[in-house]
């Protein structure tokens, strides 16, 4: 039986679906009746709880022969670091009470560093107390996701432009779609380590930089979608007029400028590739 988390989201419902079509027993942890009645119906099983629930969440992960964990951030918190290592926190305590034998998390590239990474530090965090608490841990660690264009749609859509973070603007890095990350966290339950902590980095299947996605969108929308810089100055108060909290914006800005510097990049540079590129991810969001 594998117990799957996050199935409301990309990568939880591509790694529950994934492991169904495969044949496997599988059961997902939804926070509503409501949310699990789709996945009944497509054959699981549903445990209802939430992360800082701790006898809900041990009972939904008993009897599990592997489990998938990701850390949802709450963006909008004023204390969204703190917040988020308690909720690291309320998992480990779980899969430790219910006899876990084997993790497998939605980890990020970056994850090796403590610090000067922004909310990767969080899920850095995650990865050490399993490790702590003896949980055999598969952390699959992937680039920047694909789906990260879908924020600045409404400016592509509506002004023409696709602001950028990632600096400059011909700086190219990897960037994967949540697709090919639910499908590296299906298989590495498949096969579960013999390691106390296996790290799989998954790369894209080729690297893009802002002007190659502005390029790309005015080829499939068929109209000139300029690139546009982001000042690093301008970072913060972007992200927090969108609703983000001053220190939710403050960690995603640190990213950023730890992306753009080099500090955040893959230790295996021969690591996983996935194979959704960027023509067919653009493909489907302008479809």
Same mark, same amino acid.
């Given at each position: ?62 009897? %599990?022969?592997?489990?998938?964990? &990701?850390?949802?951030? @709450?963006?909008? *918190?004023?204390?969204? !670091?703190?917040?988020?290592?308690? /909720? ?41 107390l399993f490790v702590r608490a003896a ?60 390691? %106390?902590?296996?790290?799989?980095? &998954?790369?894209?299947? @080729?690297?893009? *930089?802002?002007?190659? !996605?502005?390029?790309?969108?005015? /080829? ?68």
């Amino acid at each position: 039986m594998f117990v799957i988390s996050g199935v409301t989201g990309h990568t939880g419902s591509v790694v529950a679906q994934t492991l169904l079509d495969q044949g496997h027993p599988v059961r997902v942890i939804v926070r509503s009746e409501a949310k699990g009645e789709s996945w009944i119906a497509k054959g699981a099983e549903v445990a209802v709880a939430d992360i800082m629930d701790h006898d809900a969440m041990t009972g939904a992960l008993q009897g %599990a022969s592997g489990a998938y964990f &990701l850390l949802p951030p @709450d963006l909008a *918190s004023e204390s969204f !670091i703190e917040d988020s290592f308690k /909720r690291a926190e309320a998992i480990v305590a779980a899969a430790k009470a219910a006899r876990l034998p084997h993790a497998v998390m939605l980890s990020s590239v970056g994850a090796q560093h403590e610090d000067r990474v922004g909310p990767i530090a969080t899920i850095a965090h995650l990865e050490r107390l399993f490790v702590r608490a003896a949980i055999p841990l598969t952390a699959v660690r992937p680039g920047y996701f694909l789906e990260n264009i879908q924020d600045v749609m409404p400016a592509v859509l509506h002004e023409g432009i696709y602001p950028s973070m990632i600096l400059p603007l011909d700086f190219k890095i990897d960037m994967v779609a949540t697709r090919d990350i639910g499908l590296a966290i299906a298989a590495a339950l498949v096969d579960p380590t013999p390691e %106390a902590h296996r790290v799989i980095e &998954l790369k894209g299947a @080729d690297q893009y *930089s802002a002007e190659d !996605i502005a390029a790309e969108l005015s /080829r499939q929308l068929g109209r000139a979608i300029t690139p546009v810089a982001v000042p690093q100055e301008a970072w913060v108060p972007q992200l927090t007029a969108s609703g983000l909290s001053r220190q939710s914006a403050e960690s995603l800005a640190e990213m950023h400028e730890n992306i753009n510097n080099g500090r955040i990049a893959f230790m295996d540079q021969d690591a996983r590739k996935g194979s959704v590129g960027l023509d067919a991810f653009v493909a489907q969001i302008v479809a």
